[in-house]
């Protein structure tokens, strides 16, 4: 879930144009919208359509704190592995083994740090915010207006052949933040970013029930080209150690 966030620098959601050489075709064939469930009449208000993606989300979902995934990126290349970390909080951290290297990610609400494939530590300047909008959108919280979000209906996108309601997020800057709803059934489609003046979409595919919370165990990242991930597990409401965060000393 929300691999990637990356603002004027792409960080791990772009590693580097030489391992994101594109997601295997067949993997963006498969990582399109899911059917919603069942049809309904459709909401034409903000908060309508808010609630019935909350309902939507799963019984849990407003209880939900904090999501670990163990996770593999698709490219030509073959699969790499990988692991997030995330908590309603803001903090993040990010993990990809590629080539024989390591590489990580970690924010929270005091700073954020990075640990490049030659095993350098440095800061990483703007990620603990972008961190921070990011839970508020994946945890739901930004929808209800809150952590300084303001909430707008912004008309209707046609996506894979469906027409979806666009919910817009914004922080009083230049940055957006979009999530494709079916008015109907609450069921999302995607997101759609502009962070640092880069834009993305992540689309989410099969949906799954883990734990009374509806998750996406597939995604597809386009951006300067589509990268695809897979969710091998999840674990929901798991503590974190908080050495997940703490920045290592210089050389990791």
């Known amino acids: 879930m929300g691999l990637f966030m990356p603002g004027k ?14 997601a295997p075709a067949t993997l963006v064939a498969q990582i399109t919208p899911d059917p919603p469930p069942s049809a ?17 989300r799963g019984p849990a979902f407003g209880e939900l704190q904090t999501v670990h995934e163990r996770l593999y990126l698709e490219t030509e290349g ?3 592995p990988g692991a997030l970390w995330m908590d309603r909080d803001g903090r993040m951290r990010r993990e990809i083994d590629a080539a024989g290297a390591r590489t990580v990610e ?13 095993g350098k530590v440095a800061d990483d300047p703007g990620a603990a915010e972008r961190a921070r909008r990011y839970a508020l959108l994946q945890f739901g919280d930004a929808f209800t207006g809150r952590g300084g979000a303001s909430v707008a209906l912004a008309g209707t996108a046609d996506v894979e052949d469906r027409t979806w309601s666009v919910v817009r997020v914004t922080f009083g800057d230049a940055d957006i ?30 949906w799954r029930l883990q734990d009374g919370v509806r998750m996406p165990f597939a995604e597809l990242v386009k951006a300067v080209a589509p990268t695809g991930v897979r ?7 798991r503590d974190f150690d908080p050495a997940l965060f703490q920045r290592p000393a210089a050389g990791g």
């Open 231 to 237: 969710i091998s597990a999840i674990e929901l409401n």
């Open 106 to 118: 970690a924010a929270a609400p005091g700073g954020a740090w990075k640990i490049a494939a030659d």
């Open 9 to 22: 620098r792409r960080g791990l959601a772009m590693l580097s144009a030489a391992l994101f050489l594109g």
């Open 177 to 206: 933040y979009e999530a494709l709803i079916d008015s109907a059934t609450g069921a999302l489609c995607c997101y759609r970013i502009t962070e640092g003046g880069a834009a993305r979409t992540e689309m989410f595919g099969d």
């Open 78 to 80: 073959g699969r790499e």
């Open 40 to 56: 309904g009449e459709a909401a034409y208000n903000l908060r309508q359509i808010v609630a019935r993606y909350i309902d939507w």
